[in-house]
């Protein structure tokens, strides 16, 4: 006769209600040849739910119950331990702290499988959760298929002996690497990174992903795992695995789930070992069009107008990272017809368009963007596009350029769109060049959008707001004690817990009218210039930062972090 034992899950199922005796002595029944599990049975018979059966060995073992589809699977932290032991336990990695590594585990009561894994990850905690049997499985299918789903194109120069050679000398580990790479470049893609970070550290190796401009940290590993990470990203990258000496450069090109991406490399030494970064680019992603970007209404007529104008000199501004050369892009679809002969001087040419002359600098073979630039005005084209002004012969080969019936598009290292101007002259450029030729000056910034899912009212009186935003505005009849409502981060899975989810540009357009012309002249300073260009109706980009905190857009923290 069968036995319900006490403290089993099906014992736990009958407290609960959720099954009957008889329904348990059934399934029992069934399993009289021994295969499989009584809980498992009664799902199969209908009797209870794959849910009733995890929460029913929540109570039996204390450990607690997640949802694996509300938390995501965490592709890095899955890579901690190999495919094939997590196929073979039916365990998952689910996230991790400094101490403690959080496992979803079939049997949570496997002291050998728990011990195997704090050997593994350098003696972390393994903390057993428990999820249902149909997402364990899925997960673990999902993790498996993008282990192997990476298909990389190496250097096409490279002949297959020189490959071989360069596989030849990994060590014999190497597998648990390559895993690791592939899970972190797959996991970068799903999360919408632009940057991946491996960084050696004095015991630990750590991972970040630059998601919406911020680095996030995903991983950690033993820093014993380095060398053979660095070896791996060395080999796909085309780089001689052999030198640790000295910076190196590399590129790539991965397919991951039918997207393709070109990586560039950069390898750097440092105290602890080789730092990595690689850059993500997608090919054929979409092109930004000019719609796509969130001018303010007061900006988009006055930037539409400059940029058709026949001729003349604009410049973009920000620091790297600021979107400057996606705007250029986004301008140069918009202006680009049949009938107009563009050409682009990039370095390097981040992004092919169509029907358009791209032309990648080469500074070793003496081809710099001046140089680049005298052999352009020879090819008789319309519109120029030059990806940097980074010298004074660049600026006024460009501003002459302009003069000579050329609309000339180009960007600068500036903190907002007035001391473009003071640039200028810094450079060396005549303020009547600069007066004669400059159209207008665009300065913009990214701030990251909260993410709709999970953002947060906060009601505050203008009072707290202005304590961090001094500028903030208050509305007419209203007091600093009077309460408004914004918008605070919060964080779900949707966003990867940051509380953000994409980016939008703040911009600051300065139209040089025929008054800002005679402060060019005259060589006025910043501060004039910006005060005559507000009264012209520029709004600043901290106008702009203030008017996505007020309808929601963004935060007051995030517009203080991006914004001086």
């Known amino acids: 006769m069968n036995i319900i034992i006490p403290g089993s899950v099906e014992y736990f199922l009958i407290q609960e209600g959720k099954v009957t005796e008889g329904q348990v002595r059934e399934a029992q029944l069934n399993m009289q040849d021994g295969k499989g599990e009584v809980p498992a049975e009664l799902v199969s018979l209908g009797y209870c739910t794959e849910i009733d059966v995890a929460h029913a060995l929540e109570r039996k073992t204390g450990y607690k119950f997640v949802s694996i589809e509300e938390t995501g699977i965490n592709f890095a932290v899955a890579n901690i331990i190999p495919v094939e032991l997590l196929a073979k336990r039916r365990i998952l990695p689910l996230y991790q702290d400094e101490k403690k590594l959080f496992v979803v585990m079939h049997n949570p009561n496997d002291l050998g499988v728990r011990d195997n894994l704090s050997v593994r990850t350098g003696g972390l905690e393994i903390v057993p959760l428990i999820a249902t ?34 596989l030849e000398e990994l060590a014999a580990d190497e597998k648990p690497a390559v895993q690791l790479v ?80 070109d990586i560039r490399i950069a390898v750097l030494p440092s105290v602890y070992g080789e730092k990595i970064v690689m850059r993500l680019l997608e090919r054929g992603a979409k092109s930004v069009q000019l719609k796509d970007i969130k001018f303010s209404a007061s900006q988009v007529d006055k930037f539409t107008k400059t940029i058709f104008m026949p001729y003349g000199f604009m410049l ?51 081809m710099t963007f001046a140089a680049a630039l005298r052999s352009v005005l020879r090819a008789d084209p319309d519109i120029v596009m030059v990806g940097e002004i980074r010298d004074g012969e660049t600026a006024k080969i ?26 200028l002259d810094e450079m060396g450029v005549e303020p009547f060049l600069t007066a004669s030729s400059l159209v207008g000056v665009l300065a913009q910034r990214l701030v990251r959008v909260l993410c709709p899912r999970c953002k947060e009212a906060v009601e505050l009186t203008y009072r707290e707001i202005r304590n961090s ?51 060019i002249l005259k060589r006025s300073g910043v501060q004039e210039i910006k005060e005559l260009a507000v009264k012209q109706g520029m709004h600043t980009l901290r106008q702009e930062g203030i008017d996505k905190v007020i309808e929601g857009t963004t935060s007051v923290e995030e517009v203080l972090r991006v914004l001086v």
Request: charged residues 25%; contains cysteine; aromatic residues 4%.
């Open 133 to 166: 049997e149909s997402e364990l499985n899925a997960a673990i299918d999902t993790i498996v298929n993008n282990a192997n789903n990476i298909d990389t194109y190496e250097d096409e120069d490279a002949t297959q002996e020189e490959e071989l050679a360069a």
């Open 182 to 261: 592939n899970q972190v470049i797959t996991n970068a893609v799903k999360s919408g990174a632009s940057d991946i970070h491996i960084e050696p550290m004095e015991k630990t190796m750590r991972i970040r992903l630059r998601i919406d401009g911020v680095l996030h940290e995903v991983l950690q590993n033993p820093i014993k795992l380095h060398n053979s990470v660095a070896s791996r990203v060395k080999v796909i990258g085309g780089m001689d695995i052999a030198e640790r000496r000295i910076p190196q450069d590399g590129r790539t090109t991965v397919k991951v789930d039918d997207r393709t991406f």
């Open 316 to 366: 973009v501004t920000g620091p790297t990272g600021s979107g400057k050369s996606t705007t250029l892009y986004a301008t140069l679809a918009e202006v680009s017809d049949i009938t107009k002969h563009v050409i682009t001087l990039e370095d390097p040419v981040e992004r092919r368009m169509a029907g358009i002359c791209q032309v990648q600098m080469n500074n070793r073979a003496g």
């Open 398 to 423: 460009a501003v002459e350029s302009a003069l000579t019936g050329h609309m000339v598009f180009s960007t600068l290292h500036t903190n907002d769109a007035p001391s473009a101007i003071t640039r």
């Open 469 to 519: 935003l001094e500028d903030f505005p208050i509305p007419e009849g209203k007091t600093l004690d009077d309460k408004t409502i914004i918008y605070e981060p919060k964080g779900c899975m949707a966003c990867s817990n940051t509380g953000y989810k994409g980016r939008q540009g703040v911009f600051e357009f300065l139209q040089v009218t025929n008054e800002i012309k005679q402060l």
